[in-house]
């Protein structure tokens, strides 16, 4: 047995491995959270930003995308000061964005899991590759769900961070074959 090559680096990035990623998660606050760090993500390095999660946690009030739709200027402006998170503009109004845009997805099919979870019918797409196989950095369902999330107002959901996306909430997964976080 072995895990995912990726996740070797750090004990940070083995236990996300080990007890997250992969994962089927159906959750609307975590599906929300991982939607956020995603796009946080954009340009860095995933270990950096599981690393700053906490602060994200503290800063983005638990990730409760109810408060942070209602955020207003001067609290973009505390987020742009603080040195816990990604500090990029685009990045700290784009969580208002995409706590709108969740919102609305909420009302509209009931939760954002069952929104998410439609487009493979519920069930997760499995993709057990050799260790020697190159993971895709996007594919048709990240192509056609970054587009619909688009249109539905989210803001940092390219084809490439909700591919990612998919694979971290366990719509996909992508573990290699013999890796011990694939469950027997």
Known sequence: MTRCAWAQGSD??????????????????????????EGAQAGLSWSTVLAKRENYRRALDGFDYTRIARYQQAKLDALREDAGIVRNRLKIVSTVKNAQAFLQVREEFGSFDAYLWQWVDGKPVVRHRRASEPLPASTELSDRLSKDLKR?????????????????????????KGCLAIAP
Do not use: N, S
Not at 20 to 35: M, N, S, T, V
């Open 12 to 37: 940070l990035m083995t236990t996300y491995h080990d007890t997250e990623w992969g994962r089927p998660a159906h959750d609307d606050g975590y599906l929300f959270e991982l939607l956020l760090l």
């Open 152 to 176: 539905r107002g989210f803001t940092f959901v390219g084809t490439t961070i909700v591919y990612a996306y998919l694979q971290a909430v366990g719509v996909v997964d992508d573990h290699v």
